[in-house]
């Protein structure tokens, strides 16, 4: 069966650089879109973007140029996303998703000195 | 970007009642496709492009709509249906998300 897991809650500080991790089992890792959206507490869903493991080609919304970067290891079907010089506007659950029909069950990141 | 706005916000429906989620897009979609997300649980895909039920999902669901106007209907409210509703363009980007609607039982 289709799974995705994702990386356990991490609590890092301001200005630091976290690395989420998003393990696929059960398909073919290169053969599906993986995408990443955020979640703010209370609040709704926003698109970061997506990544091809077949050819890791990427696609980012503009907003999260700069602040995420999605990578893909097809050794270990592994999908990552870093998340750079955090602040707290970043704090939030992050899920990825396989073409939008399996999900991950979401990793909380919270920003805090 | 093109912004999706949903309507209402949030609404209570009695068992039973149909239900009527409005997802108005700032520009017009080829599709509409819609999530459902209840506490503490992953988003799950509902319906897609616009009309067609995800696996699993109960036939008292449908979806409709063309342009810039888009909604999800239940024939009949039941408990399990309440839950968070999001409407999703992905016919430009950025991809993007309306505000979600929060739809509770009576």
């Known amino acids: 069966q289709v799974q995705l897991q994702q990386s356990g809650p991490e609590l890092v500080k301001p200005g630091a650089s976290v690395r989420i991790s998003c393990k696929a089992s059960g398909y073919t890792f290169t053969s599906y879109y993986i995408h990443w959206v955020k979640q703010r507490p209370g609040q709704g869903l926003e698109w970061i973007g997506w990544i091809y493991p077949g050819n890791v080609n990427t696609k980012y919304n503009e907003k999260f140029k700069g602040k995420a970067t999605l990578t893909a290891d097809k050794s270990s079907s592994t999908a990552y996303m870093q998340l750079s010089s955090l602040t707290s506007e970043d704090s939030a659950v992050y899920f990825c998703?396989?073409?939008?029909?399996?999900w991950g069950q979401g990793t909380t990141l919270t920003v805090s000195s | 970007q093109i912004v999706l706005t949903q309507s209402p916000a949030i609404m209570s429906a009695s068992p039973g009642e149909k239900v009527t989620i409005t997802c108005s897009a700032s520009s017009s979609v080829s599709y509409m496709h819609w999530f459902q997300q209840k506490p503490g649980t992953s988003p799950k895909l509902w319906i897609y492009s616009t009309s067609n039920l995800a696996s699993g999902v109960p036939a008292r669901f449908s979806g409709s709509g063309s342009g810039t106007s888009y909604s999800l209907t239940i024939s009949r409210m039941e408990a399990e249906d309440a839950a968070t509703y999001y409407c999703q363009q992905r016919s430009s980007y950025p991809w993007t998300f309306g505000g979600g609607t929060k739809l509770e039982i009576k």
């Open positions: 998703a396989r073409d939008w029909d399996y």
